[in-house]
């Protein structure tokens, strides 16, 4: 985690010490998934909502653009004991993870940055991101790392690779701040991320065969593959065919977050622009002062 965090703190560093107008905070809120191990099958259905924390940089790049780097810190999980089909609930998987993300994005401000006398900012925003994540299990009472047993095979002669655990996202969100006194704003932010892998949950398409899984991956592999029979009061492994469905393999997984926002603003030149004064009507361009 502390790469992470140096790389998000040298992302941002050069946003505050130019800081034409711009503004260091922190978001506390919310992180949470959809997938293979959500209550249901719906789209929208998500799992348990976790305790995250986020630090960023803004900064104005015109009238109504402002650039964003965040550094975000939370977890995703997800069970089927908790969900809403018995089908479901009888597959019996779980996974818990940490998500680390740092991310780039672009706001739009409809009613102005910084460089405006505005109050209210409403904005939406998209951009890039570049997160880390690694699935665990709770497995007789000890977390463990699904991505290296390849449960889904990966790795075996005629499967996929493992997946990696560091990949791209594209943040998409809304949000609105509101300034409370010259320099200090309070907000919320609210923000998808599109992944593309359909592994944050170790869950995506087939069985393996659990003789199958065992001989090429071990036996952890093989008993965190198909976990059904320690629904069944001998705890025998249940015996599927290879290609039987595990997962959904047509829809990636999602990421998002949400939260409240508090931040500072530093000016770049004149720190009292608001006190009755109105914007230089830039459109434009790097703010300054008047």
């Given at each position: 985690m502390?790469?992470y965090?140096?790389m ?8 505050i010490?130019?800081a034409?107008d ?5 978001q ?6 959809t997938g ?5 099958t ?5 799992g348990k909502?976790h305790?995250?924390?986020?630090v960023?940089?803004?900064v ?8 964003r ?10 069970n089927?004991?908790d969900a809403?089909?018995?089908s479901?609930?009888s ?7 940490t998500?680390?993300?740092l ?7 409809p009613?102005g ?6 109050r209210?900012?409403p ?5 890039v991101?570049l ?16 991505q ?19 990949q791209?996202?594209i ?9 409370i ?8 932010d609210?923000?998808l991320?599109?992944?593309?892998t ?23 592999a ?9 629904l069944?009061?001998?705890g025998e492994?249940?015996?599927?065919e ?10 990636n997984d999602?990421?998002?977050?949400a939260g409240v ?5 530093f000016?770049?030149?004149n720190?009292r622009?608001?006190?009755g004064?109105?914007p230089?009507?830039?459109?434009f ?6």
């Amino acid at each position: 985690m502390n790469r992470y965090l140096l790389m998000c703190l040298a992302a941002m560093l050069p946003f505050i010490i130019s800081a034409q107008d711009a503004e260091f905070g922190l978001q506390f809120g919310a992180t949470g998934y959809t997938g293979d191990l959500t209550p249901n099958t719906n789209t929208l259905s998500t799992g348990k909502n976790h305790a995250a924390l986020s630090v960023f940089g803004r900064v104005d790049m015109n009238r109504f653009i402002a650039g964003r780097v965040n550094f975000t810190y939370g977890k995703i999980s997800g069970n089927d004991a908790d969900a809403e089909l018995a089908s479901l609930q009888s597959r019996n998987l779980s996974f818990q993870s940490t998500i680390v993300e740092l991310a780039a994005v672009g706001e739009f401000n409809p009613l102005g940055n910084n460089s405006t006398a505005a109050r209210l900012k409403p904005y939406v925003y998209g951009g890039v991101a570049l997160f880390h994540f690694n699935p665990e299990a709770n497995f007789a009472g000890q977390l463990i790392e699904l991505q290296p047993l390849g449960t889904e095979g990966q790795g075996l002669t005629g499967f996929d690779e493992k997946y990696r655990l560091t990949q791209i996202s594209i943040p998409l969100g809304v949000g609105a701040r509101y300034r409370i006194t010259e320099r200090i704003n309070l907000g919320f932010d609210i923000g998808l991320r599109k992944t593309f892998t359909d592994y944050l949950d170790d869950v995506s398409g087939s069985y393996v065969n659990y003789n199958e899984l065992l001989a090429g991956n071990g036996t952890l592999a093989a008993a965190l593959g198909n976990r059904q029979g320690e629904l069944n009061e001998t705890g025998e492994p249940v015996i599927v065919e290879t290609g039987a469905q595990r997962g959904n393999s047509l829809k990636n997984d999602w990421y998002y977050s949400a939260g409240v926002t508090l931040s500072y603003s530093f000016f770049g030149k004149n720190p009292r622009r608001y006190k009755g004064r109105n914007p230089s009507g830039r459109e434009f361009g790097c703010p300054t002062g008047i």
